[in-house]
């Protein structure tokens, strides 16, 4: 292995030597990435009745299977025909600070197996223990940190009670979101992630944070079109209106 | 590698052009990949000036690549993650090895990277008594069947779905259907039981945030995040050049890329990495090394192969190239098929790999049309071939004859006698209006080559013929 100053000197040499094929300039950040966040709510406050449609409209053509319920009390009897209709009953879900909801009660009510994920830090055998319970589970049940109308897309940050392996090892992804997490543009979810990095310690309580668009798909073979390889073979949206 | 190592190209894509399964395979799946990237494009007016933007971005980061790369290990290492500096390919593979010894790896579940295919990373770990399951559906079933990738993000694309369910059949040892979906339930349960037990993952990386240190990864299966979330060591492998500045230049890439390769507004997954996992985190691994790799690439800095440097590996220009299109990835013998593939090819071995390759070119320019950052291949090409003239790598009847025409080309009197002087001598090869085949030295040269013969009557001739008319 080339130690660093090493590397990166012989880099720095060979950079010195040429002016490069053209001027050019990286793309200009926001100055200030909350206010641009601002100013792109303040849009959405009265466009997002089109956003959300658009929304729909894209998720729905990526297989996406889209819900609107008017109250968060109402996810758990959406969460169940889901399961009933696919014959399956083992939930995970984030926990209720991560989903701004205690869903479990509700959800066992459907007559479902529902295990929240722990706010806490748990030692390795409880870790490996929901691991099992994660990977054996049929539905994950998220929020949303972002949803982008123009392409169908959820983002959803890792963290306290937020594992990753939620919306990636269950068949079937459940994800709820509201308004405030929609934008329209994938060049405003950049602004969106500006914001983040520009506070992480406060936006953001894990390290990895997922664009899903659509359920996991492959077209390795003879390019047919197949869902579910490794992740998620349905992706579900509930919008609360 | 094996396979260039004991045929010449020549001999690849004859028989890859006389392989009527490979012809028609390729023909479907360059023309679907074609077409949904032309169209995705007409729907997105403002995808022009982005790719003008991408452009500048890929410039704007060579120029100060040091600067972004210092960011960028600063900001991996702040989050508790580790940063590998990797010369050459030996140095990459030997860090990764240490990283799993020291780990006590025994199962390695891999993304898919072109980066590692360059290194032969997978030949290394099983040397060293390690496990390794390819995870991507097109690299496993090339995994098992013990071949190389034929196209960057389609790397099973020469396979029919009779042969893969073959082999699978061989190693499930029960019979499978020729059905795309059994066979990706099978390779579901059989890929979910490696994630869950491997202790390391590898990806590559299609960028690297400097200002945040993060590593993204963009996947359509999923993959990409079981490597990194599930095992307790996760190994990303990048090129230097994938560094990127900020999330705004993220995005820029991010619009364009999924359009260039599938013809996708997004892929289904785009994976951002911060270090390993934080402390309130169920999952996520423990550890997370970066490994930023040279071979080959620092040099070409200040290289003629320089611009080879922005690409985004997304396959467009294989699809549209009609070299590719007739001969597959494998003819190519390396790494990276296809029109940049060549280029990378002499930047990783050098000019003399590329003897043959140089000419597999129409120089039509297709690939500089749909790249989404405008990389002139072409010149490249033409830049390329000079040198392999200078350096006199290139077969010297090659040389002859173009330093005869140079000549010709610069004697105004010289080149009016050429005319029927030619047509003399061509006459006893002349076949169906071609010249298919010359003796002697020749003989190798239009072995691969038709040539059209010189007219019955030069254009200087019929013009002389006109003005006496007049
Ligand atoms: S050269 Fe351009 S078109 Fe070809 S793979 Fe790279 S980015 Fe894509």
């Not at chain 2, 290394?124 to 090339?142: C, F, P, W």
């Not at chain 2, 070299?323 to 003819?331: C, K, L, P, T």
Request: proline fraction near 5%.
């Amino acid at each position: 292995m080339t130690a660093r100053a090493e590397f990166i000197g012989r880099i720095r040499r060979e950079t010195s030597k040429t002016p490069g094929l053209f001027p050019a300039t990286v793309a200009e950040r926001p100055a200030d990435p909350a206010a641009a966040v601002e100013r792109v709510r303040r849009q959405l406050a009265e466009r997002w009745p089109q956003a959300i449609r658009r929304f729909q409209e894209e998720f729905e053509r990526l297989a996406g299977v889209f819900h609107v319920v008017p109250r968060m009390d109402q996810v758990p009897a959406v969460v169940g025909r889901i399961a009933r209709e696919r014959s399956v009953r083992r939930v995970i879900c984030w926990s209720a600070a991560a989903l701004g909801a205690d869903l479990g009660e509700g959800l066992r009510q459907e007559g479902l197996d529902a295990v929240p994920m722990p706010d806490g830090i748990v030692g390795e055998p409880e870790a490996r223990r929901l691991r099992e319970l994660s990977a054996a589970a049929e539905i994950g049940v998220t929020g949303a940190d972002l949803a982008i109308a123009e392409t169908g897309t959820l983002a959803l940050i890792s963290g306290r009670g937020r594992p990753r392996s939620t919306s990636l090892l269950p068949e079937y992804h459940v994800a709820v979101f509201d308004r405030r997490v929609l934008v329209e543009t994938v060049e405003q979810a950049g602004v969106v992630l500006e914001a983040w990095h520009a506070e992480p310690a406060r936006s953001m309580s894990g390290g990895a944070i997922t664009f899903i668009t659509g359920p996991s798909r492959t077209a390795d073979i003879e390019l047919t079109l197949t869902r579910g390889v490794h992740g998620p073979r349905e992706v579900h949206a509930i919008f609360i209106e | 590698m094996s396979e260039s190592a004991s045929t010449s190209f020549p001999q690849r894509a004859a028989r890859a052009i006389k392989d009527e399964f490979l012809q028609q395979a390729l023909a479907i799946a360059t023309t679907r990949f074609v077409n949904s990237r032309n169209e995705v494009f007409q729907a997105f007016p403002q995808g022009e000036a982005l790719r003008d933007r991408a452009r500048q971005i890929k410039e704007a980061v060579l120029q100060r690549l040091d600067h972004y790369l210092e960011q960028l290990t600063d900001n991996v290492e702040r989050l508790g993650g580790h940063v590998h500096f990797a010369t050459t390919a030996e140095e990459a593979r030997g860090i990764i090895l240490s990283i799993a010894r020291e780990n006590r790896v025994e199962l390695v579940v891999k993304g898919k990277s072109m980066a590692a295919e360059e290194i032969d990373l997978n030949e290394a770990l099983e040397h060293a008594g390690i496990r390794v399951a390819e995870t991507d559906l097109g690299e496993y079933i090339i995994q098992l069947a013990h071949e190389k990738p034929s196209h960057i993000i389609a790397p099973a694309i020469h396979k029919t779905k009779a042969q893969i369910a073959d082999v699978f059949a061989k190693e499930l040892r029960h019979q499978v259907a020729a059905d795309p979906e059994v066979i990706t339930r099978l390779a579901r349960g059989a890929l979910r039981d490696k994630f869950l037990q491997a202790d390391m993952g590898i990806s590559g990386a299609n960028f690297a945030v400097a200002s945040t240190g993060t590593v993204v990864l963009v996947t359509n299966e999923g993959n990409g995040r079981m490597v990194t979330s599930l095992p307790r060591v996760h190994v990303a492998l990048m090129g230097v050049e994938k560094v990127i500045p900020s999330m705004t230049d993220l995005v820029v890439f991010l619009q364009i890329l999924a359009r260039s390769a599938t013809g996708q507004k997004l892929s289904a997954y785009t994976t951002l990495v911060r270090g390993p996992r934080q402390a309130a985190e169920l999952d996520g691994p423990q550890e997370f090394h970066l490994v930023l790799m040279d071979n080959g690439r620092v040099k070409q800095l200040a290289g003629p192969l320089r611009e080879a440097l922005y690409c985004l590996r997304c396959g467009a220009c294989l699809n549209v190239c009609p070299v590719y299109r007739q001969i597959g990835g494998h003819a190519y013998g390396d790494t990276y098929p296809g029109p940049i593939g060549i280029l990378m090819t002499a930047m990783l071995r050098g000019n003399g790999a590329v003897k043959d390759l140089a000419h597999a070119s129409s120089l039509c320019g297709a690939c500089a049309e749909v790249c989404p950052v405008r990389i002139d291949i072409p010149r490249m090409l033409i830049e390329l071939r000079e040198h392999l003239d200078r350096e006199k790598i290139a077969p010297w009847p090659e040389r002859v004859i173009f330093k005869t025409y140079a000549r010709l080309l610069g004697r105004p009197a010289l080149y009016r006698l050429a005319g029927p002087v030619s047509r003399l001598m061509q006459r006893p090869f002349v076949r169906q209006g071609r010249i298919r085949s010359l003796p002697l030295l020749f003989r190798k040269w239009t072995a691969t080559r038709d040539l059209p013969p010189v007219a019955p009557r030069t254009f200087r001739e019929r013009w002389g013929e006109l003005e006496r008319e007049r």
